[in-house]
T-cell receptor, first 116, second 113 residues
Framework: GAGVSQSPSNKVTEKGKDVELRCDPISGHTALYWYRQSLGQGLEFLIYFQGNSAPDKSGLPSDRFSAERTGGSVSTLTIQRTQQEDSAVYLC??????????????FGPGTRLTVT | AQSVSQHNHHVILSEAASLELGCNYSYGGTVNLFWYVQYPGQHLQLLLKYFSGDPLVKGIKGFEAEFIKSKFSFNLRKPSVQWSDTAEYFCAVNGYNNNDMRFGAGTRLTVKP
C-alpha cells in the first residue's frame, strides 16, 4: 500500500518568505508527527496530532511555525518569515493507535528546505 | 523531559567487524525503546523495538539490542557487519502514557568493503 508522502521534496525559498510543507499519512493512521532533521542534529520533535485531540505543539521552536491537520488526514506545516536557521529536512511520520505507546512510526521521504 | 543520547556520531568499520552502538535515555517512568535506520536515499524505518519481556531483542538483518534498565541503556549490536549496513542509526524512546517519540542525534555507520 501507499506509504507516507510529503511534498514538495525540495524547497528553496528566500529569507522572509512563508513556506508550506505537506504531509499525506498512511490511510487509517490517526497519529501524525512532524520532525526537523538538521545536519548532525538528529530528529527534533515539532508537533504531534492524534485524532481529534488538541495537538501537542510543545516542540515548535517559535511562533513562526504552525501546523494543522484537516479532516484527520493531510497535514500542513507552515513556516512564516523563514530564516536561514530553518534550513533542514522536515520529516513527517504517521502511526496507528496503540496502548502504552507500543506503536511503530512510518516515515515519509522528507522535504528538504533551503532558505537563502 | 525525556531525552536520548547516542555517544558515537560516526563509526567506521571494516566488513565482518562487530558493531555496538551506544544509546542511553533519560526518563522517569516505564519506556518503550526503538532503533530506526536510514539507509542512503531511503526513508527512516524500524530496525527493532523493545516493549517488555526478554531484554535482548532481535530485529531485521541480524541486528539485536539489549535493554539494561539499571543503566538506562539500549545498545545496538551486530556480530559481523556488511557493507550494506552503511546507514544512519537512530535510537528512540517514548513513555507508556506519552504518544510522542524522542530520538537521539543518530550515529552514522560506514562499513568499508
Amino acid at each position: 500500500g501507499a506509504g507516507v508522502s510529503q511534498s514538495p521534496s525540495n524547497k528553496v525559498t528566500e529569507k522572509g518568505k512563508d513556506v508550506e510543507l505537506r504531509c499525506d499519512p498512511i490511510s487509517g493512521h490517526t497519529a501524525l508527527y512532524w520532525y526537523r532533521q538538521s545536519l548532525g542534529q538528529g530528529l527534533e520533535f515539532l508537533i504531534y496530532f492524534q485524532g481529534n485531540s488538541a495537538p501537542d505543539k510543545s516542540g515548535l521552536p517559535s511562533d513562526r511555525f504552525s501546523a494543522e491537520r484537516t479532516g484527520g488526514s493531510v497535514s500542513t506545516l507552515t513556516i512564516q518569515r523563514t530564516q536561514q536557521e530553518d534550513s533542514a529536512v522536515y520529516l513527517c511520520a504517521s502511526s496507528t493507535p496503540a496502548e502504552r505507546g507500543r506503536y511503530e512510526q512510518y516515515f515519509g521521504p522528507g522535504t528538504r528546505l533551503t532558505v537563502t | 523531559a525525556q531525552s536520548v543520547s547516542q555517544h558515537n556520531h560516526h563509526v567506521i568499520l571494516s566488513e565482518a567487524a562487530s558493531l555496538e552502538l551506544g544509546c542511553n535515555y533519560s526518563y522517569g517512568g516505564t519506556v518503550n525503546l526503538f532503533w530506526y535506520v536510514q539507509y542512503p536515499g531511503q526513508h527512516l524505518q524500524l530496525l527493532l523495538k523493545y516493549f517488555s519481556g526478554d531484554p535482548l531483542v532481535k530485529g531485521i538483518k541480524g541486528f539485536e539490542a539489549e535493554f539494561i534498565k539499571s543503566k538506562f541503556s539500549f545498545n545496538l549490536r551486530k556480530p559481523s557487519v556488511q557493507w550494506s549496513d552503511t546507514a544512519e542509526y537512530f535510537c528512540a524512546v517514548n513513555g507508556y502514557n506519552n504518544n510522542d517519540m524522542r530520538f537521539g542525534a543518530g550515529t552514522r555507520l560506514t562499513v568499508k568493503p
